[in-house]
């Protein structure tokens, strides 16, 4: 008779290697998508940081400006006090001369026109004083607003490269 070799084959063989392939397959699924998320963290993280770090020398380089600005707006205004107390002091040195002046007129017709005379120069004066000030407040105003137009023109510039999603 022949003999029968009888080998003891596991039924179940091909289904364990089926779900040991499938696992082996959803966990290299899972290491792969760990690793891109990884990687998208890792942007996320640099652009936080960089963001950041623009956020604060946006932030410098706007006190900065702020500060100059204020020092020149503090310098004009100086000179607008400096101006004004330069115009009174002459001023009074005027009236004093025409009241010595007046002092020794006679003739009223004389002492008429000598007070229009002064009145003429009083107002030529206060009209130049009126517009150097005037230049000097523009002057004021555009060294604070500096630093603010400059930022918001960043910020349009910024805001127009952005494309629509």
Same mark, same amino acid.
């Given at each position: 008779?022949?003999?029968?070799?009888?080998?003891s084959t596991?039924?179940?063989?091909?289904v364990?290697e089926?779900v040991?392939e499938?696992?082996n397959t959803?966990?290299?699924?899972q290491e792969?998508?760990a690793s891109?998320a990884?990687?998208e963290?890792d942007?996320?993280?640099?652009?936080a940081?960089?963001?950041?770090?623009?956020?604060?020398?946006?932030?410098r380089e706007?006190?900065e400006?702020a500060?100059?600005?204020?020092?020149?707006?503090a310098? &004009?205004l100086s000179?607008i006090e400096e101006?004004?107390?330069?115009? #009174?002091? *002459?001023l /009074?040195e005027d009236?004093?001369a $025409?009241?010595?002046?007046?002092?020794?007129?006679?003739d009223?017709?004389?002492?008429?026109?000598?007070?229009a005379?002064?009145?003429a120069?009083?107002q030529?004066?206060?009209?130049a004083?009126?517009?150097?000030?005037?230049?000097?407040y523009q002057s004021?105003?555009k &060294?604070?607003f500096t630093?603010f137009q400059?930022q918001?023109?960043? #910020?349009f *510039?910024? /805001?127009?490269k952005?494309?629509? $999603?």
């Amino acid at each position: 008779m022949a003999t029968k070799k009888t080998t003891s084959t596991d039924p179940f063989a091909p289904v364990r290697e089926t779900v040991l392939e499938a696992v082996n397959t959803a966990k290299a699924q899972q290491e792969k998508i760990a690793s891109a998320a990884q990687v998208e963290a890792d942007k996320v993280r640099a652009a936080a940081v960089d963001g950041f770090e623009q956020a604060v020398t946006a932030y410098r380089e706007n006190f900065e400006a702020a500060v100059a600005a204020t020092k020149a707006a503090a310098g &004009d205004l100086s000179k607008i006090e400096e101006l004004t107390r330069a115009q #009174a002091t *002459e001023l /009074a040195e005027d009236r004093v001369a $025409v009241i010595f002046k007046a002092m020794s007129i006679t003739d009223p017709s004389e002492l008429m026109k000598l007070q229009a005379d002064l009145i003429a120069a009083e107002q030529k004066k206060a009209q130049a004083m009126a517009k150097e000030t005037v230049t000097l407040y523009q002057s004021v105003a555009k &060294d604070l607003f500096t630093p603010f137009q400059a930022q918001m023109t960043k #910020a349009f *510039e910024a /805001a127009s490269k952005f494309k629509p $999603v």
